[in-house]
């Protein structure tokens, strides 16, 4: 049960003190003349019902007496019954002050019982992403399979040990670590420079901790990421386009294309 507030508890006790003082009042023998009244009553009221009590036993007096006289209707009166008081006119079973209503207990304010339907932006991996994902890899390998059946694989002919092709470039996607292979020495192209870049990709959540999704909010992450892309995207064009017999640097306006697409 709710604990009742201090300030009610106060009230509660000055009402009972008051209610004290005046039966103490009440308990001093009035005059018999006074009739006891209820405060509460309004007095036109009490007044009223007076009257009606004052007119209906004139009417019975006048009904005993007999006589040949001629009987008056009067008009039907209402009359007021008051609730039974006490001493000092404090209604039986009132509390303190003359008070009819109870405090039962304090109710905090709210519904009784708590709906929890708040919205919310996530679902769950499962079944929500990786059905999705895997009615897509379906669909991928189904078109993938039905492709190959019909469009035959663009080879080459078969590779001659005795002679070496010139330029010999590596898959496109090597092509850049290649290109650092032309500028710097092996470590630090095939592992210092990429490592690096690996780093600070894991590197970049750690010191970006925003929560939030939205490109505006993660600009330090997106930052990273778009140098490393370029920076690698460079260096793959150059190797593809711009390197010619010897892997020499060259123009493809002026020297033709070195690369098989």
Known sequence: MTEIPEHLRKRAEAARQKAAAESE???????????PTDSRIPAALLERSRAAKARQEG??????????GVAVAERPTTSIIAAPTGTGGIPVGAGPGGHTQRLLTVVKSGSIQEVKASPIDKVHTWPHLIAAEFVSALALTAFITIFSIFVNAPLQQLANINKTPNPSKAPWYFLGLQELLTMFHPMVAGVTIPGMGL????????VDKNPSNKPEDRKFAISIFTVFLMFWAVLVMIGTFFRGEGFNFTFPWRDGLFFDL
């Open 59 to 68: 009417g019975e007096e006048a009904a005993s007496s007999g006589g040949g």
């Open 199 to 206: 780093f600070g990709l894991m590197l970049a959540p750690y």
């Open 25 to 35: 009042e009440a308990a001093v023998p009035a005059p018999a003349a006074a009739a």
